[in-house]
């Protein structure tokens, strides 16, 4: 019974009981979201435009994160160094549409998504082995200092990211919906063969959807190695995007934001005031359940597109 | 043929990792050590400074001294990425000719344990791994001097009194445990609980999850819970988002205590500014201004110290691993002074483990005078319960601000023994009996 109310009873008497704090928890669960929201955008532009979920995305942040840091150690300034590291992200979009994509035209999608794990290992393996394992300090600027807004407390870092990943979500909107690129993405995304018979060139448009997603990555990179620095653990970064882009369905762009914001708030309401009751540390696990659940109503996700095959 | 030079080309670099990456190659007349390494992966920066102070003191014993006692050393490292899977596959790739393991995890050692008992191969966890097998009369095998978990947490708590001015004021005070949600992350635990009834002060235990890269839930309860003093059990990532969380949320940080794996340059580098303040306890000292790191600068480094610094010399956990080389030698020759001075075999080496004994003296002798505490192991106690240091991170450097604090060996050695004979029950084992 003492159970009982411990999980249903007491803690929506806590929400309650202080208002302030439950929307703290709210208002970082959002600015927490959009973070997660970064990640699971490069995931969505691949799938989008290929039909591959791309394992390697995690992978793209750490290597892209690493190529920047490790050029501004070696004196190159953070805008050149910056630049440099969108043209290695280019690069490596021509070798995975050279190397990986193109001898695998036709295969089953189950086969690319093999082909991406592959490329994940590659990318953490090489980016270690170029730029080291150590952890490294990434200060791009922004100021990470928190202020007091009627008792509920913000950093000024989250907030930053929220704005970098509005910016980068109204760009991507644009890309897609008012550009003749965008648009040969899109026809390329509904069908392969139909978007070559009316002479959509698919090598270049897969090397820049992978491209753009390395991009994405960059930014992924630059905001969460400035977080926690530049290591290795921004790989595992992917695992938190994935309940999102499961919530948020895997071919929508403001899906992955809707479901970051969703999950980032579920998971920290969560642990909050339902930790304590089962031992803590339950946002992880607690992510990928609230996913499931909303797969068991919506199995394209909250704004996946809705996939009907003739049988 | 393009297709057959790529081949080619492959099969060289395979050939090229396993002559010049794998470390010196052991031959049979070496005193071989293993080292379950971590340069990859998610724990590699807190990986690479303890795999560097190995080997850099046993390289600096071989072309100092030739050696011990006129063995030469070798010593082959293997990669586990701290994953135990693969730390346990290392164990077995590399036991045949061990003189003694450090599995470098909890997890890993844990696994161990039971292995290790059987191949006759010495456990080292020092500072780490399961906390009981301090009881050598349950685990004759495995040993975690100087000190262990639960004998941290008592130290720590000692020192949180100190500050308060007297062990009577911890009653109603505030202490939450952030810890790695992790075997090691959580041993501390029953301590802290068994001492929180004790001194009459408030516990809170707040988990965080592998990696720990966000942890905002957890900084928001601590905002809530408003706790007077926090200790944490971090590893990896998990401690320099910590320290910049707990910055942003003004938590005063010289409050903030981490344990002896979550205050090194690894948790402090990167969260900058944040990090100034915050405390750490430690079973050795920092920084390169001791005598031993002058033999290894000249010695490995040829006296380049830009090299030596790349190498992480000096740093918090690559000075551990110097004491550990250390006291590894020392066993050796422990041992050889009963078996004679050729290679020992691991049964000999726990001889000379089960008989440890480095004075102050001998600390000085070997250039470690103040950056440990005299150790000694027995045949019962494989422990040592060594003190505990505080120091603090100013910015540059770790900073003593204690004296060694003793550890409050009457709470911490009952619960060991308890434990360690719940294991022997568990496991069907008969304690030895220790003269």
Known sequence: ?311 | MTHRRTMLAGMLGVVFALVFIAGPVAAQNDQFFPLLVYRTGPYAPNGIPSANGFRDYYDMVNKRDGGVNGVKISWEECETSYDTKRGVECYEKLKARATVVHPFSTGITYQLIPKAAVDQVPLWSSGYGRTATADGTVFPWAFNAPTTYWAQASAVINYIAQQEGGMDKLKGKKIAHVYHNSPYGKEANPTLEVLAQKFGYELTLLAVDHPGQEQKATWLQIRRLRPDYIYMSSWGVMGQVAVKEAAAISFPMDHFIGNWWSASEAEVVPAGSAANGYKGATFNGAGPNWPVHQDILKHVYNGDQAKAKENNWGEVLYNRTLVGAMANLEAVRVAQKRYGNRVITGAEMRWGMDNLDITAARIKELGFDGMMRPLRITCADHEGSGPVLIQQWDGAKWNPVSDWIPVMRDVVRPMIEQSAMEYAKENNITPRKCE
């Open chain 1, 1 to 311: 019974m003492e159970l009982l109310i411990q999980v249903f009873v007491a803690p929506f008497l806590d929400m309650a009981g202080s208002p302030v704090f439950l929307l703290e928890v709210i208002i970082n669960g959002l600015l927490t979201g959009v973070m997660y929201s970064l990640v699971a955008l490069g995931f969505v532009l691949i799938f989008k435009a290929s039909g591959v979920f791309n394992f390697a995305q995690g992978a793209m942040v750490l290597f892209a994160a690493l190529t920047l840091v490790g050029l501004i150690e070696r004196g190159v300034p953070g805008w050149l160094a910056i630049v440099i590291s969108l043209g290695v992200m280019v690069a490596l979009a021509y070798a995975v549409e050279r190397w990986m994509l193109r001898p695998l035209v036709n295969q089953a999608p189950i086969i690319l998504f093999m082909a991406t794990i592959g490329l994940n290992f590659v990318l953490e393996g090489s980016g270690q082995i170029a730029w080291g394992s150590n952890v490294k300090e990434l200060d791009i600027g922004i100021p990470d200092a928190s202020f007091d807004v009627g008792g509920i407390l913000l950093n000024e870092f989250d907030i930053y990211a929220a704005l970098v990943a509005a910016i980068l979500v109204a760009g991507l909107a644009v890309f897609f919906q008012k550009t003749a690129v965008g648009r040969a993405l899109r026809a390329v995304a509904d069908n392969h063969q139909a978007a070559l018979a009316v002479g959509i060139p698919l090598k270049t448009i897969w090397i820049i959807v992978w491209s753009v997603a390395g991009a994405v990555a960059l930014v992924a990179g630059i905001m969460w190695g400035a977080k926690s620095g530049v290591q290795f653990s921004l790989a595992l970064i992917a695992l938190k995007a994935l309940p999102v882009l499961i919530l948020g369905g895997f071919t929508s762009v403001p899906g992955a934001i809707i479901g970051g914001l969703i999950i980032g708030v579920g998971e920290k309401i969560a642990e909050v005031y339902w930790g304590p009751v089962i031992g803590g540390a339950i946002e992880n696990w607690f992510a990928y359940m609230l996913a499931l659940v909303f797969l068991m109503f919506r199995p394209q996700g909250l704004f996946g597109e809705v996939i009907i095959e003739r049988v």
